[in-house]
């Protein structure tokens, strides 16, 4: 199955938040972790938050690579659902989508992992842990145990259909992502009201958070 991973990329400081140091970096440690992975067919839609630092990393490390496409977006409210559901939209040809913020890493199996799992006649979307960086050498993880219930779940933990190319999944709801904070749990109860089936994939992908709390590495 071709897997399209949405990345939506901000550079910038957020409001009310510290300032996040090295994103360039990190931007740049994020894609080549998703370049790195052994699942073949695939590819990465970053969708660029009105951010010059994302335009000016792509322009430099990805413009000739087929398999991550640049989408330059206007700049949205903080916690705006649209960057996302730019991307979706964007992946037309692909089977499932899932997704990769600008400053964590893919082990290079993760997308294989949810290849092997998501049986595509009977799942429309379906969750899984994630790990934890727990120091700077990636070498110490802790596996956290992902609920669906508000503060657990989030875009790092959901795969699902492409609903675009699938038009009779879920009732023909088109799940798009609300805006405001807290919309990726927000999305998921949109998956589950529209009727799609789901479940927790007994094997964890590896997708590895590198921001939470106090810790940004």
Request: glycine share 6%; aromatic share 12%; with cysteine.
């Amino acid at each position: 199955m071709k897997i399209s991973v949405i990345m939506a990329s901000f550079c910038g400081v957020l409001p009310g938040r510290q300032p996040r140091k090295n994103m360039d970096k990190k931007l740049i440690r994020a894609v080549n972790s998703f370049l790195k992975q052994t699942h073949e067919d695939k590819e990465l839609i970053i969708v660029s938050d009105g951010c010059e630092i994302t335009n000016k990393v792509y322009e430099e490390n990805w413009l000739t690579e087929p398999s991550v496409k640049l989408f330059r977006s206007p700049k949205m409210a903080t916690y705006a659902g649209g960057i996302r559901d730019i991307g979706m939209k964007m992946a037309e040809n692909s089977d499932i989508f899932c997704f990769l913020d600008n400053d964590d890493v893919l082990g290079k199996n993760h997308l294989q992992t949810i290849n092997d799992q998501f049986d595509f006649d009977k799942n429309d979307w379906v969750y899984y842990d994630d790990y934890l960086l727990l120091d700077p050498s990636f070498t110490k993880f802790e596996r956290r145990n992902v609920e669906t219930r508000y503060g657990s779940v989030g875009t790092s933990s959901i795969s699902l259909i492409n609903f675009h190319k699938y038009k009779d999944r879920f009732n023909g709801v088109k799940p798009l992502f609300p805006d405001g904070y807290g919309h990726d749990f927000l999305f998921m109860m949109k998956l589950a009201s529209a009727g799609g089936k789901f479940k927790k994939l007994e094997k964890a992908p590896t997708y590895i958070v590198c921001h939470y709390g106090n810790v940004d590495l």
